[in-house]
């Protein structure tokens, strides 16, 4: 992929990451995360998507995750038969010698992404939508268990779905359509037990005063919960919330319950309730909203108090 070294160089020269699309060099967002976001450069010619990636503190790191990340997208895409978009990285040392870090996609319509095109299309073709997302995520949890040293994990938010080919003039989901898998700059996979992503870089976006208290708390569980189906199909359904469509989460429960007792036997999954859907995205939510919140503090300290520049964007306002 061809990228843009110097304009990501000039980026980080004038970063702001209160306003990020009002920086010296412009960007469009292309889209925001709980974590980071996601852009392209107004100025750039090639039709590339950038995700920063500020974790880094020396480059034994940094080489060690462009490995994972080129293994996972390769895990995924070869071995389990995922449809990925182009992947590259780019990586740079700044004018203060800080590591910048930027995992690069091949850019995709917007709108051709999940959380977007569940608002434009029909319930039905929604049922679908989750339908083929399942199918995907089985491909991994299949493949996975072929192999006893091997364990692959994944983000299924339907945000993390895209559909191939896209016609904005012509929007539709159908059974024989197909999705991208996009969140591959975490590389969820073990060797062994022995995590791939070295496991202090998940702490990195935690405010400072937090750090400790997350590691002992919380760390494993989160992490652990990506390599179970089961809890990572209770995060997909229990997104609908978020997204601010109640109203299908019994109806999705149903379907991905039938998914799993007619599809996927084999993999003994205790069926899902709505009732503990909802448990799930209430504490998640709140999590949520207590992290978000120490991060806007942390922020203050870092830039206001100690005249420091605080190297993560954080996402608005965001409905629950």
């Known amino acids: 992929?061809?990228?843009?070294?110097?304009?990501?160089?000039?980026?980080?020269?004038?970063?702001?990451?209160?306003?990020?699309?009002?920086?010296?060099?412009?960007?469009?967002?292309?889209?925001?995360?709980?974590?980071s976001?996601?852009?392209?450069?107004?100025?750039?010619?090639?039709?590339?998507?950038?995700k920063r990636i500020p974790i880094f503190d020396n480059e034994i790191q940094v080489k060690r995750h462009i490995w994972a990340y080129n293994e996972y997208n390769r895990l995924l895409n070869d071995d389990c038969g995922l449809i990925l978009p182009d992947y590259d990285t780019a990586w740079f040392k700044d004018e203060g010698g800080g590591i910048q870090f930027y995992c690069v996609q091949g850019k995709l319509h917007p709108d051709s992404v999940g959380h977007k095109i569940i608002h434009?299309?029909?319930?039905?073709?929604?049922?679908?939508?989750?339908?083929?997302?399942?199918?995907?995520?089985?491909?991994v949890w299949g493949y996975a268990r072929t192999k006893n040293y091997l364990n692959i994990g994944l983000d299924g938010q339907i945000s993390n779905f895209a559909i191939k080919n896209y016609d904005p003039d012509d929007i539709k989901v159908d059974i024989n359509s197909e999705l991208y898998y996009i969140d591959t700059s975490t590389p969820m996979f073990r060797i062994n037990g022995k995590e791939a992503m070295e496991a202090v870089l998940f702490l990195k976006s935690t405010p400072s005063f937090l750090r400790g208290l997350i590691k002992a708390a919380f760390l494993q569980e989160t992490v652990?919960?990506?390599?179970?189906?089961?809890?990572?199909?209770t995060d997909l359904v229990a997104n609908f919330y978020k997204e601010q469509k109640p109203e299908l989460v019994p109806r999705l429960t149903r379907l991905v319950n039938k998914f799993i007792e007619e599809e996927a036997p084999e993999f003994d999954i205790e069926p899902l309730t709505v009732r503990e859907i909802q448990k799930y995205y209430k504490s998640d939510?709140?999590?949520?909203?207590?992290?978000?919140?120490?991060?806007?503090?942390?922020?203050?300290?870092?830039?206001?108090?100690?005249?420091?520049?605080?190297?993560?964007?954080?996402p608005g306002k965001i409905l629950r």
Not at 11 to 18: C, F, G
Not at 224 to 231: I, P, S, T, V
């Open 1 to 35: 992929m061809k990228i843009n070294i110097e304009l990501l160089k000039e980026l980080e020269k004038s970063l702001d990451t209160y306003n990020p699309d009002k920086g010296k060099i412009p960007i469009n967002i292309l889209g925001w995360g709980e974590i």
């Open 120 to 139: 434009n299309i029909s319930n039905k073709e929604i049922e679908t939508l989750i339908l083929l997302a399942m199918r995907e995520m089985k491909k």
């Open 224 to 233: 652990d919960r990506y390599y179970d189906w089961r809890k990572v199909t």
């Open 285 to 314: 939510a709140n999590m949520w909203r207590i992290f978000q919140a120490a991060r806007k503090i942390d922020r203050f300290l870092e830039t206001r108090l100690f005249r420091r520049k605080y190297a993560f964007y954080l």
């Open 37 to 50: 976001l996601v852009f392209e450069l107004a100025n750039d010619p090639e039709n590339v998507a950038y």
